[in-house]
């Protein structure tokens, strides 16, 4: 009995989703791989006590930065994007810009349970910042598609508390001696240097400030 032709079988692509990238996207993975190697770096110093690893993770971040920065340049330069362009930038940068400055936070000696909450609540705002502009940047955009401006300051701005507590590092303040001390509320330990998380924090998700995109 003959058989209905079966349907032409399409060869299977391999890395299919990777073929779907432009070169802006690599440079965002790179963004990505750069925090990512942060926070293992800082791991890896917990855990040996050498604090090379610590201004390897210093280091990786101007790195995220520069990729950050250079993505965006390159879609509008080649007239480019994916579809997961956007997403991608924003979960690099939540790596980047937000859990690996609070990775190091807690390396240099921010381990407090205030110091945690405040690391966390550093990290949530982050999230919520990139949440909002990628819902908002269509309104916010120019006719090239560039952003004019961001509601509340980005979330590299991060990079301004990992140089201070680059500063500390250099300084040798950090674990038992860091910069401020600390301060006890019964059994609740924080270190006053952690506010900086918590200011850095409120002022990513402000909607009052409006910081010109350059």
Do not use: H, Q
């Given at each position: 009995m003959p058989t209905e032709p079966s349907r032409a079988r399409r060869p299977r692509r391999h890395f299919s989703m990777i073929r779907t990238f432009v070169l802006a996207?690599?440079?965002?993975?790179?963004?990505?791989?750069?925090?990512a190697g942060a926070i293992l770096s800082a791991m890896q110093y917990l855990a040996s006590g050498d604090v090379g690893w610590l201004w390897v993770a210093f280091g990786l971040m101007p790195?995220?930065?520069?990729?950050?920065?250079?993505?965006?340049?390159?879609?509008?330069?080649?007239?480019?994007?994916?579809?997961?362009?956007?997403d991608l930038d924003s979960l690099a940068d939540v790596i980047s810009f937000g859990m690996a400055p609070a990775a190091l936070a807690f390396a240099?000696?921010?381990?407090?349970?205030?110091?945690?909450?405040?690391?966390l609540y550093f990290v949530a705002c982050?999230?919520?910042?990139?949440?909002r502009f990628n819902v908002t940047s269509a309104d916010l955009s120019d006719e090239t598609g560039k952003v004019k401006?961001?509601?509340?300051?980005?979330?590299?701005?991060s990079l301004a508390l990992v140089m201070v507590m680059a500063a500390a590092t250099w300084a040798g303040r950090i674990g038992p001696d860091l910069w401020g001390g600390e301060w006890r509320l019964g059994p609740l330990v924080l270190h006053p240097l952690a506010l900086m998380y918590v200011a850095s924090g409120s002022a990513m998700i402000s909607k009052t400030l409006r910081i010109p995109k350059i």
């Open positions: 996207d690599f440079v965002t993975l790179g963004n990505g791989f750069a925090g790195v995220a930065l520069v990729m950050d920065v250079m993505d965006g340049r390159i879609a509008r330069w080649r007239f480019k994007k994916s579809p997961l362009g956007a240099v000696g921010m381990r407090g349970s205030l110091d945690v909450a405040a690391l982050g999230i919520s910042r990139l949440a401006y961001f509601e509340g300051t980005p979330i590299p701005t």
